[in-house]
């Protein structure tokens, strides 16, 4: 065995394919407004630092808070200077001056009126976002780097609630300048007057505090703002007064230059740090600035309690939920007793994180693949330091679909959303097992049926609605994957029985003649069932009955009954499901074990909306059952096979069948302008002259009246995953297009480039974009077998990044030689595999 160990940290410069220009990570003033690039750890909360420099979307008390605009800001004054005054960030974006928040009463309690810089560009290599300003009035350019720590494999570390903010100054003028920096904040942790809210002195800083209440102790709120430049000065009390004083006096200050420190006093409105500095001509000056909070409790509470016996499952055990609290706690108040702990440590490790968090992000980027294919996925590990994750008290993982303006929107890492989600699995593999844990230990009844959502705090379950097919289906996928990631057969083997006891059920259930076909009605992540079998599902079904097969003969298990009805499985999706052109659906709803869909649908507890009325009726008798696709090419028609193929699987079904699956899907679905296509559903991910890839087209006709309900609208998320597969089949041009036609949407003049959003910002489907890197080089590695597979679609030539459990590393070919170079950690090769034959590395 040959064991890769870490090269000395010689890290070497972006060298991304230059590709189109317009997909760089460079946005020119035109195209920073809509910017916001979460800054927090994994499931610590989080703020955004906008193309501008300021900061929004404040959500620290573990639910978002998207249109949380806190007032604070850093300033710089030249001494002696006209006009030397200005807010460190470049122009109010237009959009705020009129249509939100209390703009109709002028935009009170804003820095919106402030002097700022004049021109302004924004940058990101991610975790890290830069900010560059100029001004014609300025002798001083300035940069902002906004990061904190993201270390794959170190969840905790990448879990701190801290930000850094680097602010450098360049004296480009050719005198030198004295200045003060100053960075300037109201009580942003203010919440109620049912408690004290004050502002106290630290080392070289201030703390902004709003004590708990009686009432509502999820008040509690601490955030901390210092600096470890030299002798620094802190006022901790604006001047107090009614209307505008406080602000208006904190500004007068910064004018004049004043850096007279006070101390704390009752009732204080703000504070502001100020460091001194002069510069020589040419010279420049980082001044860092270190944030950390700490909100210990919150009132969030998601989900519904186990009930009856068999919600429990096989698993429970009253002795691991004895200590649980009643509502999510975060894991950072287990590490750490207070802020002031959360601020030693950050204080203390701040130069240390940041060389992990920079080695990885070198790392990344030292790739030859398309700058279209390294850009999405980057812009989508913002996901991963957003409102839309968590980290319970225990460590365990939980996140929401995404983040609603001021609430998490659909709760419990839905499974069903979160098998696109390529990225955890690969720099956060402990908390990717986190969740099957959770679906096979915890979500799943004695009878095998799994819940689709978690409860928080993570807890038995109460099992009064649909498993969803896909979900449950994806996860015995999911388990696989995770198993060769990891290495570890004990992990696998402890999870067995429930994972068999998870595919008895999905058979007995949706495949009760064991046909080799999800026939029953199953519910899936379009929030509808289908009723009768379809390439999507049926695709999940095959991909599941792969993973299993090869666990099962790990375990020691007969396989045989479920290799025969894997036949059947393919049989059925080549025959009956495909058209010689597309896989498809055949509705069916009256041969079914399944009661009327009328029934169904009241006894499943829909809402009044999704019952049938006599209109609906008509409907049924005619087309067969609402929300279905039929004779359309749908997008994630054949989901499954990329799954398995993302698994480490070999392809579930034939692989010349499901090219032309693919192909049909980019020659139907793909659309340049949406101008006359009607979307009455959510029409505001594509529209327009915008181009993307919608969910389904009927290219021959035969559209439901009533298709299911999310048939016209765009996802980021199944654009990634169609675009994957394409060139995991050899079609790269193909998913270029389809992510650069994605990318076009999110270039900053009209959506944030770093928030893809579908039933939420930074909706977690997103992360499908993760798997292009596996699906352009072919770049995997199974620490089971400790083997290297590469099968590049990019040629014989190429650099890429590798993440896998205990270390990162640059994989790649040299005039179709294999090489490894580990950046971070041990990974022992004893095999290495290009396209399907060995060779020495």
């Not at 004290?196 to 999820?218: F, T």
């Not at 270039?747 to 992360?767: K, L, Q, T």
């Not at 590695?781 to 030539?797: E, P, Q, W």
């Amino acid at each position: 065995m040959r064991k890769f160990l870490l090269i000395p940290a010689i890290f070497i410069a972006f060298s991304c394919s230059t590709g189109h220009n317009d997909y760089d990570s460079v946005f020119s003033e035109d195209r920073i407004g809509h910017i916001a690039y979460p800054v927090g750890g994994l499931g610590s909360g989080m703020f955004a630092i906008e193309g501008t420099g300021a900061i929004s979307h404040m959500s620290l008390h573990h639910q978002p808070d998207l249109f949380n605009e806190p007032c604070m800001y850093a300033a710089i004054h030249v001494d002696g200077l006209a006009n030397g005054t200005k807010v460190v960030e470049a122009p109010v974006p237009d959009y705020k001056k009129y249509g939100r928040g209390e703009c109709s009463l002028g935009s009170p309690n804003t820095t919106y009126g402030l002097p700022r810089f004049e021109h302004g560009e924004f940058s990101a290599r991610f975790p890290f976002a830069k900010v560059s300003l100029h001004d014609d009035d300025m002798p001083l350019t300035a940069t902002i780097e906004a990061w904190n720590p993201f270390i794959p494999g170190d969840e905790d570390n990448s879990g701190l609630p801290v930000a850094g903010l680097e602010y450098t100054f360049t004296n480009t003028s050719k005198s030198e300048v004295s200045a003060v920096f100053s960075y300037n904040s109201r009580n942003i942790m203010y919440r109620t007057d049912d408690a004290d809210a004050e502002i106290s002195p630290m080392p070289r800083g201030y703390v902004m505090h709003q004590a708990p209440s009686q009432s509502c102790p999820e008040d509690e709120g601490h955030f901390a703002i210092f600096t470890p430049e030299e002798n620094p000065s802190v006022d901790c009390c604006w001047f107090r007064g009614g209307w505008f004083d406080p602000f208006t006096m904190a500004w007068n200050k910064i004018v004049a230059g004043d850096t007279t420190p006070v101390n704390s006093l009752y009732q204080s409105p703000g504070a502001s740090v100020y460091v001194p500095f002069s510069l020589k001509a040419g010279e420049s000056r980082t001044i860092k600035l270190l944030m950390a909070w700490y909100v210990p409790v919150s009132d969030v509470r998601e989900g519904t309690p186990a009930s009856e016996k068999s919600d429990f499952g096989d698993c429970y055990s009253p002795d691991l939920y004895k200590d649980m609290p009643e509502t999510y706690r975060p894991w950072y108040a287990t590490r750490f007793a207070s802020i002031d702990e959360v601020s030693a440590y950050w204080k203390d490790n701040y130069e240390t994180l940041k060389a992990a968090t920079r080695g990885f992000t070198e790392a990344f980027y030292d790739s030859t693949l398309p700058v279209e294919v390294v850009r999405a996925v980057a812009d989508n590990l913002t996901i991963l330091k957003s409102s839309t994750v968590m980290r319970q008290h225990d460590g365990r993982f939980w996140a929401y679909e995404g983040s609603g303006d001021d609430w998490g929107s659909c709760h419990g890492t839905c499974n069903h959303v979160w098998n696109y989600a390529q990225a955890l699995p690969h720099l956060f593999p402990r908390m990717e097992r986190v969740l099957r844990e959770t679906e096979f230990r915890v979500d799943q009844n004695t009878e095998g049926h799994q819940a689709f959502r978690s409860n928080l705090p993570i807890s038995p379950i109460r099992h009064d609605f649909y498993s969803a097919a896909d979900g449950q289906l994806g996860g015995i996928i999911k388990v696989y994957r995770d198993w060769r990631i990891s290495g570890s057969d004990e992990w696998m083997l402890g999870l067995y029985p429930q994972i068999r006891k998870s595919m008895d059920w999905c058979i007995r259930t949706w495949d009760p003649r064991r046909v080799g076909a999800v026939e029953e009605p199953h519910h899936n992540t379009y929030d509808i069932e289908f009723w009768g079998p379809d390439g999507m599902c049926t695709s999940f079904y095959a991909g599941a009955l792969s993973a299993f097969i090869k666990m099962a003969e790990a375990a020691g298990d007969d396989a045989s009954p479920y290799a025969e009805l894997l036949d059947k499985c393919r049989e059925y999706m080549t025959g009956p499901l495909w058209n010689g052109e597309y896989f498809y659906q055949n509705v069916r709803w009256k041969d079914l074990d399944a009661e009327d869909p009328t029934v169904v649908m009241q006894a499943a507890g829909y809402e009044n909306s999704q019952e049938y009325k006599p209109e609906a009726m008509a409907i049924l008798e005619k087309e067969g059952p609402k929300y279905q696709y039929g004779t359309g090419c749908l997008s994630d028609g054949i989901i499954g096979a990329w799954m398995a193929l993302c698994a480490g699987l070999e392809d579930p079904v034939d692989p010349a069948k499901v090219k032309s699956h693919l192909e049909s899907v980019y020659r139907y679905n793909l659309k340049k302008d949406f101008f006359d296509i009607a979307n009455p559903q959510r029409p505001g991910f594509a529209l327009g002259h915008e181009g993307g890839l919608l969910l389904c087209s009927w290219p021959y006709g035969g559209k439901p009246s009533l298709p299911f309900v999310y048939s016209d609208e765009v996802w980021t998320g199944i654009e990634f995953q169609v675009a994957a597969h394409l060139m995991f089949e050899g079609d790269v041009e193909q998913g270029l297009d389809i992510v650069r036609t994605c990318l076009d949407r999110y270039d900053g003049r009209v959506r944030n480039p770093f928030n893809e959003y579908e039933c939420g910002a930074w909706y977690s489907r997103a992360m499908s974009s993760y798997s292009m890197l596996q699906a352009l080089t072919g770049v995997r590695y199974d620490a089971v077998d400790h083997a290297l597979y590469i099968d590049s679609r990019v040629g014989n030539d190429f650099r890429t990044f590798l993440a896998v459990d205990g270390g990162y590393a640059t994989v790649g070919l040299k005039a179709g030689k294999p090489f490894i170079e580990v950046r971070s950690g041990e990974i022992p090769v004893e095999h290495c595999y290009v396209s399907g034959k060995e060779m020495t590395i």
